[in-house]
């Protein structure tokens, strides 16, 4: 793990953080500019697209707590789908530990990318419905989204294609345990977490929202 | 440990300012529209013209529109805001919708409240009865140990309550989904009060939200509404059964009782004499001399106890009575009492009968100990009169038991039967109603 | 409410119990009487009963 890096955005001169060692990706707050981080500077692979403007009481820096451990919201995807957009924040733990936090209407997830044995279901296998095994625990397909990644922010663990069509398959079970599937690379890449309270995760620094 | 950075110093540029209430005009009839929960809304719904307006379309176009009718007036109003299980929530919409069961239609009220962190929650109105409810974040799974149609969540075992097709017929303020006039979905309920899981399908997709039975005060309370909320009528979906919470207790308590009965009686059976203090045979000779005849003196030993007196006779097709007196010999204080035996058999269509006993006995209650004797004065219609006197000092009696027995049973009972007429009503509304067979599936906790 | 109701009259009726177990009671409609001469022992025809003699069975099925 090697500690907290900060660079001079190559096209702004503005200082760019890289928080995380898994980050691969840092958006210049200022210009926008998407850096790609390499073994000893930066390079600028072009603007990141405008975020849509949307009520997720969630912010970048904004702090909270997950099953004990404190967190730091250091980046975010935004994906938008036909009843709106959901944020996926890339949040990074105190252990260095990295994880995503689900923020959809005020329903918040937390995961965490997880390797699994099982065999995974091509996209087009897939219905709700089906039962899906991941590291010995059934899951069924709850929902099946096609959605458009609008853009992201702050920084992140994998290049960000704007515009792309993102397929996401929701799994769910009798409990608060959930998993995604997601189908953007030749492999999917599958999150296990789980719903979690607002009031659990401790959330410091959000959104100010007049009246409220 | 120190990638938990400080609190930023605010130099966002790109941050767009968080959204705040505002205010539209309907397109339909011009009325002032609020949109409380901007950027989550996707519909508003105008209560003067019944229009419903997409609320990401600049143009604010009409996606649907409702029959102009009576107005519905919603008991909380739109905009009121409280403090729902600790949290403030404001109401930003009012639907209603109803269901058509065997030809009557039944109609609820559903409050759509808001926070900006917290999301959206339901509070839904059924004849005084309210439920808070929420989007489920899982799936629940069959559960067959629940009965026909039971469904598993989160650790407990909901058992199906009813399915309907519900149909929106009334709308106001703003939803985060789009809305259709006239939006069928088949609803059904699975209840584990106060807790139950409603599903809704629609064509497209199924989708769960677990409630909570909230009392109407407190929803009064929380909104700070004037009056008081609608009087109940009989007893909700996710009602708590007031007999629920003491079942276990009362149960406990009525074995408790019955275990002390049974091993006082026990003990007491232990401890107790049963002696037989006389045993004599007399023989009546009807004619010959007086009937009256005296024992000889016995000793009745310990504390006060019972006496039992044993009457064995030969009578058939006879009566026999006795007139009896236990006397004490020193203080020349007795007990009184009659007893008769009386026998009858024959044959009678063929069919042997009897009717009636030879023997008799009786218990005399708490008899000090001294020295006694027992007067007998026989009378009956036969000619002579063979009998058997047995007495016996301190005899355990198991009736005591049986009598604790039945009144320890009498407040379960009542409490039983009261739980289940509680659940009765419940389920008398649903689609399993109880057969009058008492065809009860009720646990009993 | 209810269970208290009843942990207080299941704790009656089980003292009942006990108080009639030890007392040796029964139920039993026997008349005291007081004061019977000692001469009844000699005599028994002479006693009285409060009972008297006199019911009549006229059974039979």
Known sequence: MSPAREVACPSCGAPVKFASAVSLLSICPYCSSTLLRRDLDVENVGKMAELVADSSPLQLMAEGRYRGAYFTVVGRIQVEYSEGTWNEWFILFGDGRTGWLGEASGSYTVSFETPVQEAIPPWEGLHPGLQVTLKGRPYEVSDLREAKVVGGEGELPFRVGCGYAARVADLRTDSERFATLEYSD???????????EFGALQLRGLRRFEGW | MTATPQAPVDSRPRKPAAPSAKTLTCS????????RAPGHSLSVACGSCGAVLDAKDPNLQIIASFEKRTKLKPLIPLGTRGRFRGQPFEV???LVRQVTIEGETFAWSEYLLFNPFQGFRWLTEYQGHWISAKTASGIPKADPSGGEGAVSYLGATFRHFQMAEAETIYVLGEFPWRVQAGERVVVEDYISPPRILSSEVTPEERTWSIG?????????????????PPPREGVGVAEPSPYAPQARTMRWLFLAFLAAAFVLNLLFGLMAQNRVVYSKQFQYVRGQGSPAVVTEPFELTGRRSNVLVEIATTVTNQWAYFTLALIDEATGQ???FGREVAFYAGVEDGESWTEGSRNDSVYLSSVPSGRYYLLISPETDAAGLGYTLRIRRDVPRTMHFFVALGLLAILPLWFWFRKAHFEYRRWRESDHPWVESGGSDEDDD | MMTKLYAVFGALVLLALSGAHYAGWSPSDATEVKGVPKSVRDNPGSYRSSYGSGRHFAGGK
């Open chain 1, 186 to 196: 030749e492999t999917p890449r599958v999150f296990l977490g789980e719903a979690v």
């Open chain 2, 28 to 35: 339909g009839c011009g009325a002032p529209l609020a949109v």
């Open chain 2, 92 to 94: 930003i919409g009012f």
């Open chain 2, 212 to 228: 909570e039975h909230v009392d109407g005060e407190q929803v009064w309370k929380a909104f700070k509404l004037s009056g008081s």
């Open chain 2, 334 to 336: 007795a007990l009184d």
